[in-house]
């Protein structure tokens, strides 16, 4: 990346440093897709930070507020002058990673033959902020956002060790994340508010599926209780799968003084709220 784009990328972390981000809660961790190309990745640090490989073994360091290109091929990926089919990018205490132009908290793995995947090892609670403010953002009143970030928190829990390599996609496949960039204050505030707050069904952690807009009518799912055709409120036309939980029907109930609590139950009916152990 030329220095331009690292300039740019620069002025990114500071407003993400100056918006802050969530502490570390209870030591979850989830593992999202950001990237799966056969094209090379361009890499960077904020602070130095070590290259290991899947034993923690010490392969090489990457100076920091640099680019580098993370390169697939037949032995695995090629960066630094390292190839491991694994590798991991270990930034010092504080420090942050970045993948093609987005910087991310936490670590991330670079993996594969002849491609190169990259997924980010973020705690949970960065994690839900991220995807609040992708999802629906600032415009939405503080309820909705609150609904947002415990349905966000539920839904990744849900999928947590569900795929090899990965638990969710950072698009639509599951739900947008866009790590440290375009945070607002709302949004950090909506997941402090219900920090570890999560819907469960039957001892389990429900697959809380929400879509932009049901269209009049949510649509039901064969077999998952939690999971009904009910009345929306939104007044859009169905925009997504329309399974769940309405974005806007959300907001709507949000502008009618619902609690975000009220909104949920409403749209997973039967499931009760509980709270992550510290």
Do not use: C
């Not at 030591?27 to 897709?33: E, I, K, L, N, S």
């Not at 469960?200 to 209780?225: E, H, L």
């Amino acid at each position: 990346m030329g220095g331009r784009g690292w300039l740019a990328l620069m002025g990114s972390l500071l407003v993400s440093t100056l918006g802050g981000w969530i502490e570390g809660a209870w030591g979850v961790t989830v593992r999202v897709a950001l990237a799966d190309a056969t094209a090379p990745l361009v890499v960077g640090v904020s602070l130095p930070a070590q290259l290991t490989n899947s034993r923690g073994e010490v392969l090489a360091e990457l100076p920091p507020m640099q680019g580098f290109l993370a390169q697939p091929g037949p032995q695995g990926v090629r960066l630094q002058g390292v190839v491991s089919p694994v590798l991991f990018i270990e930034p010092q205490a504080g420090g942050l990673v970045a993948v093609d132009g987005r910087w991310y908290s936490g670590k991330v793995l670079l993996t594969g033959y002849n491609r190169v995947m990259a997924i980010n090892y973020v705690d949970l609670e960065d994690y839900v902020a991220s995807v609040v403010e992708a999802e629906m953002g600032s415009r939405f009143l503080p309820e909705a956002l609150k609904a947002q970030a415990v349905a966000a928190r539920t839904y990744v829990l849900h999928h947590r060790n569900s795929r090899g390599w990965f638990d969710v996609f950072s698009d639509t496949r599951s739900q947008v994340y866009r790590g440290l960039s375009q945070r607002s204050a709302a949004a950090l505030e909506a997941t402090h508010a219900t920090r570890g707050i999560v819907m469960v069904y039957g001892g389990q952690f429900v697959n809380a599926m929400y879509s932009a807009s049901s269209g009049g009518q949510t649509v039901g799912v064969s077999g998952i209780p939690y999971l009904k055709s009910l009345p929306d409120f939104s007044p859009y036309p169905r925009y997504g799968h329309g399974i769940g939980m309405s974005q806007w029907g959300a907001q709507e109930l949000a502008r009618q003084g619902w609690t975000y609590r009220q909104i949920l139950a409403y749209y997973y009916p039967g499931v009760s709220f509980a709270r992550l152990r510290n």
